[in-house]
């Protein structure tokens, strides 16, 4: 009969039971005094973390010799817009592209196709770094209209502004008019500020990141499918009539995508606003520790139209605080969420974070 070695048993153990990292699974503190100390800790700079075997492999390639490249419309940059510094960036592109924009306002519909990763836009913080377009999906399709559109990984934005200058369609027509759509998995957001009114973020396909960002629209003006967590972010409804926040478009348990937000704020004018509506079936959304104005619908989450909904609806609110956050009132099929299982939304394994969510550079 054969032995096994340690170093045998020692791999097997590895191998069979995969490393729980403590970024992925430590939760956001209730204390908000305590989330930055918290993010500080738990996503640390490339420069402490290379070399440990936890970032991907492409990406820790990616960051080791980065290169930056600067735009400024009024000359003196590398570029004078945001598509000519884009597309000086080889396809295929396998090393972080840091493209440093000088404020002021960059009038450009912009795409970043899947062949070039690796890319951060960084605006001056403090400054007005203003990404504008007033596509609409009568001209462009819905998806079509944004003024940023990501297709592309490992995406990086921070202290801009992105905007759809559209102008707000009247109440009860139909006005998609997106500020941004990111379709590009593990992307990052830091104090970005997104303006629209109907469909304003489509926050669609990935894991996704948002901190300290700003979010403003009407009707579904957050959507898609992301598996994203969205932290110390405002949320502000505009406009009259019909006002709903997300229209997430998961459409079976099997889809790994929901949104967690974690400490927002939810705002508005007038009253009635909801949190979400079942656009698809199976939508996954969760508000953990935000503080909820009188703006909000008692009932929270629309009714849904399709009765089958109910049962099959993720609605879930945890410690949330403010006039809109009461639940008496609030529809039958909103979630009742324990402890353990709001850790789930409130840690970076939400995301997968661990392996790939770095801070933003500095400027």
Not at 193 to 216: A, P, S, V, W
Not at 248 to 255: P, T
Not at 310 to 321: A, H, I, L, N, R
Not at 326 to 350: M, P
Request: hydrophobic share 35%; aromatic share 12%; charged share 20%.
């Amino acid at each position: 009969m054969g032995y096994i070695s340690v170093s045998m048993v020692a791999f097997l153990i590895v191998f069979a039971f995969p490393v729980v990292l403590a970024d992925d699974v430590t939760p956001i503190p209730a204390d908000k005094a305590q989330v930055e100390p918290w993010f500080k800790t738990h996503v640390k700079p490339f420069s402490v973390r290379r070399g440990r075997g936890i970032l991907d492999p492409a990406l820790e390639a990616a960051e080791v010799a980065p290169r930056t490249i600067t735009v400024n419309p009024k000359g003196g940059g590398n570029f004078k817009s945001i598509n000519e510094a884009i597309k000086s960036i080889p396809t295929g592109n396998t090393k972080r592209v840091i493209i440093k924009l000088a404020p002021g306002v960059y009038h450009e519909k912009v795409t970043i196709d899947v062949g070039r990763p690796f890319v951060t836009l960084l605006g001056k913080p403090g400054a007005e770094t203003n990404l504008t377009y007033d596509g609409t999906a009568a001209k462009f399709g819905t998806v079509e209209s944004a003024t940023l559109i990501v297709w592309a990984t490992n995406f990086i934005a921070a202290n801009l502004n992105i905007i759809n200058t559209n102008p707000m369609p009247k109440a009860g027509t139909q006005g998609q008019a997106l500020a941004m759509r990111i379709n590009g998995d593990k992307a990052a957001f830091y104090r970005c500020r997104f303006y629209g009114f109907q469909d304003t973020l489509c926050d669609d396909r990935g894991n996704h990141f948002f901190k300290g960002c700003y979010i403003e629209g009407t009707y579904d003006f957050i959507f898609g499918r992301g598996a994203s967590l969205y932290l110390n972010t405002h949320l502000h409804a505009v406009g009259d009539g019909l006002r709903v926040i997300t229209a997430h478009n998961r459409q079976s348990n099997n889809e790994q995508s929901g949104y967690a937000f974690v400490h927002c704020k939810v705002t508005g004018v007038g009253t009635g606003i909801y949190l979400g509506r079942s656009w698809m079936s199976h939508p996954k959304v969760v508000y953990a520790y935000t503080e909820m104005s009188s703006v909000v619908n008692p009932s929270g989450w629309a009714e849904n139209r399709q009765r089958a909904h109910d049962k099959t609806v993720f609605y879930g609110e945890y410690q949330c605080k403010g006039p809109g956050s009461q639940k008496e009132k609030r529809v039958a099929h909103t979630q009742e969420i324990d402890n353990k299982e709001a850790n789930h939304f409130l840690s970076l394994g939400y995301i997968k974070g661990s392996s790939w969510l770095l801070p933003p550079p500095a400027y």
